[in-house]
């Protein structure tokens, strides 16, 4: 059976980066994903912060850098990975349909959104409840929603559906927000949107099997049509049990983004980092592939 040099498990811009580095060394590769290149940026409406754009949404990016790695001629495959085994002197990834025998790895399956974990959430997920206001927005045109959170990426995309919106309702459960500056002042300025601090939803309310409203913990009660929920994000890194991880999940790597497993990097917003950001993120995704090349040369 084949053995890679290397199997890069997710393409965000961290895998992707990756993707580039070792295409350039001319090692032998795959890049697995079990969604769509880009990853979390594609939640990004708006883009202010990584240089060479002055603006840029989050799909128009991760496309570019998607074009990229086609252009280089990376494998690219659809891999959702369950676990990852050791034979002989490789590892092996499994997904549900192939294994892939590998002399390295190169985690960067990132984060997910963090659920509020109350009852009707999932069942209301399409139903008026999202997770992305990018890629849902357009369906709340002058209706009302709310946004619960209150950080950067609540408020950007409180911004962002304050302009198809009637009304945007933030609920934040602290006195201030999490949030860059220059975000704060912008969502003070939108007429259209209203700030609730140290307020907990504590149920979410339906009407008909969709989506109606949320009570608060002081027993108020907001209706709208829509609620988006960005209160952070945890690492995807079930499928791996071998490694050290955090009591939080994520992976623990020493300054050369080398896991506790020889054979295994890490890179992206899998690592416990003090900023997330998409240049962290590259940066990462640079270095692990650099460092998986010296050890493979
Ligand atoms: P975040 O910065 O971790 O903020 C999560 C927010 O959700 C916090 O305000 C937190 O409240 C609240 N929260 C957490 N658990 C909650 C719960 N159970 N119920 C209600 N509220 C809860 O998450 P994020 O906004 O997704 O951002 C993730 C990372 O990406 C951050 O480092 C952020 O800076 C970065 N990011 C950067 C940009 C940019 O640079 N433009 C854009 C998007 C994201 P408390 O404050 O009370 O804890």
């Known amino acids: 059976m084949k053995i890679y040099d290397c199997v890069i498990i997710g393409a965000g811009v961290a895998g992707m980066t990756a993707a580039i580095y070792l295409k350039r060394a001319g090692l032998d590769f795959v890049l697995l994903e079990k969604g769509v290149p880009g990853g979390q940026i594609n939640k990004s409406s708006n883009i202010e912060n990584y240089p060479g754009f002055k603006k840029v949404d989050g799909p128009t990016l991760a496309f570019?850098?998607?074009?990229?790695?086609?252009?280089?001629?990376?494998?690219?495959?659809?891999?959702?990975?369950?676990?990852?085994?050791?034979?002989?002197?490789?590892?092996?990834?499994?997904?549900?349909?192939?294994?892939?025998?590998?002399?390295?790895?190169?985690?960067?399956?990132?984060?997910?959104?963090?659920?509020?974990?109350?009852?009707?959430?999932?069942?209301?997920?399409?139903?008026?409840?999202?997770?992305?206001?990018?890629?849902?927005?357009?369906?709340?045109?002058?209706k009302d929603v709310i946004i619960i959170g209150g950080g950067n990426s609540a408020l950007e995309e409180a911004l962002y559906i304050a302009d198809i919106a009637n009304k945007v309702y933030i609920v934040h459960r602290s006195s201030e927000y999490r949030a860059d500056e220059v975000l704060i002042d912008k969502v003070n300025k939108k007429e259209n949107i209203i700030k609730y601090f140290n307020k907990e939803v504590i149920e979410i309310l339906e009407n008909n099997d969709k989506f109606s409203g949320v009570k608060l913990n002081d027993e108020s009660i907001i209706n709208a049509d829509g609620l988006f929920i960005y209160i952070g994000q945890i690492p995807e890194t079930n499928f791996i049990n071998t490694i050290d991880k955090t009591k939080d999940g994520y992976i623990v790597t020493n300054e050369h983004l080398k896991t506790t497993d020889d054979k295994i990097y890490a890179s992206g917003d899998v690592l416990k980092k003090d900023l997330y950001q998409i240049a962290t993120s590259i940066g990462e995704g640079a270095l692990a592939a650099s460092n998986v090349i010296k050890i493979l040369k």
């Open 64 to 142: 570019n850098i998607y074009e990229q790695i086609e252009n280089l001629g990376v494998v690219y495959k659809y891999g959702d990975v369950k676990e990852i085994k050791d034979s002989d002197n490789h590892k092996v990834v499994c997904t549900e349909q192939e294994e892939y025998i590998t002399k390295t790895i190169i985690i960067a399956t990132g984060r997910k959104p963090r659920e509020l974990g109350l009852d009707n959430e999932k069942k209301l997920l399409g139903s008026g409840i999202s997770y992305c206001a990018y890629c849902d927005g357009m369906l709340y045109k002058n």
